[in-house]
């Protein structure tokens, strides 16, 4: 088997790739950042997970949660679940029912979903992370707040009237915090300085947000750093590799999305239109990556 870093290292590299962004130098910026943020979790005696997600397309055809975000989360959720490590879920009332829908469609409808109002206090939120023991934040494309203190989307729209302020709790517990992004706007993007994120990204300056992580994974679909956190896991515990390899397979990411779509519902964050897409991607497109990833854990031809 190959030496553990260095097939993260590859599942890293697998998921450094750009989709129209002109995000390489975000990649650079985080490179080792998957490593670290799966080594505090494989190292963990009795990890409890707590994870933010959630996107509201307010100009979406209809106007709901994206794709991108709450089908890795489910995912995560569900391959965590799998090796012992129980999971919560927060989002807030514009996406709860599309987080919902995702939890359902990976089989952990009884995940707890925690919900803020926008605009309202997460304080309640905070105490329940902590009074459930909660050890480990992961927060996965989730709108964060910018340098003003409004979170806003790729095309600089302020979608603060649509968008609880999870920051807040992603950074209020004892929890190690892990941040999954692709755009420059989501939480835990405050890792990498503002000035980086204004020179390459569309709308970069105005939109680079603030909140930073301990440990942040940059990838070219967020979903995809979700994989790509399962997989570095699968690396660095051989004991749990094949509970967490059998969750990433294309027939689950397929009928997660379809539940969240259909029953969200849920919209593409780029195409803005109701569709079993993500970041205009279609899932061919998607499930050639995952199995890209999985295929580093098999043996080659003839072996």
């Known amino acids: 088997m190959h030496d553990p870093q260095a097939l993260v290292e590859r599942v890293e590299?697998?998921?450094?790739e750009d989709v129209g962004r002109n995000i390489t130098a975000l990649f650079a910026a985080a490179r080792g950042g998957l490593h670290r943020a799966?080594?505090?979790?494989?190292?963990a005696p009795e990890a409890k997970v707590g994870i933010i997600t959630g996107f509201y397309v307010p100009r979406g055809t209809?106007?709901?949660a994206e794709t991108d975000g709450p089908v890795g989360a489910a995912v995560l959720a569900k391959a965590l679940g799998a090796v012992g490590m129980p999971c919560r879920l927060a989002t807030d009332t514009p996406c709860a029912a599309a987080c919902r829908a995702a939890l359902l469609g990976a089989g952990i409808g009884e995940v707890p979903v925690d919900v803020a109002?926008?605009?309202g206090s997460v304080d309640e939120l905070t105490a329940s992370w902590r009074a459930a023991g909660v050890t480990h934040a992961?927060?996965?494309e989730r709108c964060g707040r910018s340098a003003d203190g409004a979170p806003r989307n790729m095309r600089g729209l302020?979608?603060?009237s649509y968008t609880a302020a999870l920051d807040e709790l992603f950074l209020a517990g004892p929890w190690a915090t892990i941040a999954i992004g692709d755009g420059g706007n989501e939480i835990g993007m405050g890792a990498i300085p503002r000035s980086m994120i204004a020179a390459h990204v569309a709308h970069g300056e105005t939109i680079a947000c603030v909140t930073p992580a301990q440990n942040l994974i940059v990838a070219g679909v967020s979903n995809w750093g979700a994989w790509a956190l399962i997989a570095a896991l699968a690396a660095l515990r051989a004991d749990w590799r094949p509970h967490l390899l059998g969750c990433l397979n294309e027939g689950l990411d397929r009928t997660i999305l379809a539940a969240l779509?259909?029953?969200?519902?849920?919209?593409?964050?780029?195409?803005l239109v109701q569709a079993m897409t993500v970041d205009n991607l279609d899932l061919a497109t998607h499930h050639r990556k995952l199995r890209e990833i999985r295929g580093l854990f098999e043996p080659p031809d003839g072996v």
């Open 38 to 43: 799966a080594a505090t979790l494989a190292a």
């Open 117 to 119: 109002a926008v605009g």
């Open 261 to 271: 779509v259909e029953n969200g519902p849920a919209v593409d964050g780029v195409s």
């Open 13 to 16: 590299s697998l998921v450094h």
């Open 138 to 140: 992961i927060s996965i």
């Open 158 to 160: 302020d979608i603060g």
């Open 62 to 64: 209809p106007a709901a």
